[in-house]
C-alpha cells in the first residue's frame, strides 16, 4: 500500500492482479450447496468480500480521480529527487 500510496504504477497494477486473482478463488464457492441454510451465513460473507474486492479493484483501473492521484504522487516524488539532487 505504501507504494501505490506513492503513486508506483506497478503497485497498481500488482494490486490489481491480486484482486483479480483473489475473485477468481472466491467465485467458485458459490457453486452447488453454497445457498443451504447451514452454509448461507459463510456465503453471504463471502459475497460481501467479493463485491467489495470488485469496487475496490473497479476503482483502481476506471476512477479518474485515483489516476489523477496517482500522476499527482509520482509528481511529487520527481520534485522531490529533483530537489534533493540539486542539493547534493
Known amino acids: ?5 506513492q503513486g508506483a504504477r506497478w503497485a497498481r497494477w ?8 483473489a475473485l477468481m478463488v472466491a467465485l467458485p464457492a458459490f457453486r452447488g450447496g453454497a445457498w ?3 452454509r448461507l451465513p459463510g456465503t453471504l460473507a ?4 467479493v ?3 470488485g469496487v475496490v ?12 492521484f496517482l500522476a ?16 547534493g
Open 57 to 68: 479493484g473497479r476503482g483502481l483501473l476506471y476512477s479518474e480521480s485515483v489516476a489523477a
Open 14 to 21: 500488482l494490486t490489481v492482479g491480486l484482486i483479480v486473482l
Open 1 to 5: 500500500m505504501y507504494f501505490l500510496y
Open 36 to 38: 443451504t441454510a447451514e
Open 51 to 53: 463485491i467489495v474486492y
Open 72 to 87: 499527482h504522487q509520482r509528481g511529487r516524488r520527481l520534485a522531490r529527487r529533483q530537489g534533493d539532487a540539486q542539493a
Open 46 to 49: 463471502l459475497l460481501a468480500l
